[in-house]
């Protein structure tokens, strides 16, 4: 069982909307995957108040329930953690049990800069175990220096980026406020580049 976890302790990054949508893609692709919603807002878990998540949803009340997410959920081939949008403890027990961290920013300043936190814990966490971490661009809009930009901060981290972005579009809204994914649309740029960053993040995992 890998672990993977989305982390950016500032708030409407997109972590939710890719945990979402990838978790999906990942069982479309054949995984068994668990959720663990981390978040005390619990966003994760409401969305799925209906019970249509192709996956199976845990939430976490503490950074022990974290903590123990390698041997608890053993049975799975693939965990996805759900960041909180705050830097906590719990945030330190995800980068603590991931194999792959992946830090969701928009083309949003505060967004980057928020994520300074994380490469902290990352540094400390080196020193026991090396976890790979990778930047995802999410609600990618149509402005070419904003992106530059963005993507010469990331580079400048050391960390890596995934090549593939998701970008702003209502489908990641709307599906989000019905407890449904892109995969319950016919938007197929939508999909396609979930499937796309999914198969890239199989790869990173490799
Ligand atoms: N690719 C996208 N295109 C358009 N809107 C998006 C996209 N990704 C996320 N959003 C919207 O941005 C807002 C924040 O997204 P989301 O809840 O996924 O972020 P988050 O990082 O999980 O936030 P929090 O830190 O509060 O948990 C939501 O309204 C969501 O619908
Ligand atoms: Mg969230």
Redesign the pocket.
Same mark, same amino acid.
């Given at each position: 069982m890998k672990v993977i976890s989305?982390i950016?302790p500032?708030? %409407?990054? $997109?972590?939710?909307?890719?945990?979402i949508n990838v978790a999906t893609c990942l069982v479309n692709s054949g995984y068994k995957v668990a959720v663990v919603d981390t978040?005390p807002?619990m966003?994760l878990t409401n969305w799925n108040k209906n019970d249509k998540a192709n996956f199976d949803v845990y939430t976490a009340s503490s950074e022990k329930d974290v903590y123990q997410v390698r041997k608890d959920l053993s049975g799975y081939d693939l965990t996805v953690i759900? %960041?909180? $949008?705050s830097l906590s403890v719990i945030t330190s027990a995800a980068i603590m049990v991931s194999d792959l961290v992946i830090i969701?920013v928009?083309p949003s300043p505060l967004d980057f800069s928020a994520s300074s936190s994380v490469a902290a814990v990352l540094e400390a966490q080196a020193y026991s175990r090396k976890v790979e971490a990778k930047y995802l661009i999410?609600?990618?809009i149509d402005n070419a220096a904003m992106l530059t930009l963005l993507k010469d901060s990331i580079d400048e981290t050391g960390l890596g980026r995934f090549k593939t972005a998701?970008?702003?579009?209502?489908t990641?809204?709307k599906t989000?406020v019905d407890g449904n994914t892109v995969f319950d649309t016919k938007d197929g740029a939508a999909k396609g580049e979930v499937e796309v960053l999914t198969k890239e993040i199989i790869d990173s995992l490799m």
């Open positions: 989305f950016n500032k708030g %409407g990054t $997109g972590k939710t909307t890719s945990v978040d807002q966003s759900d %960041g909180a $949008g969701p928009s999410t609600r990618k998701l970008t702003n579009r209502q990641y809204v989000c």
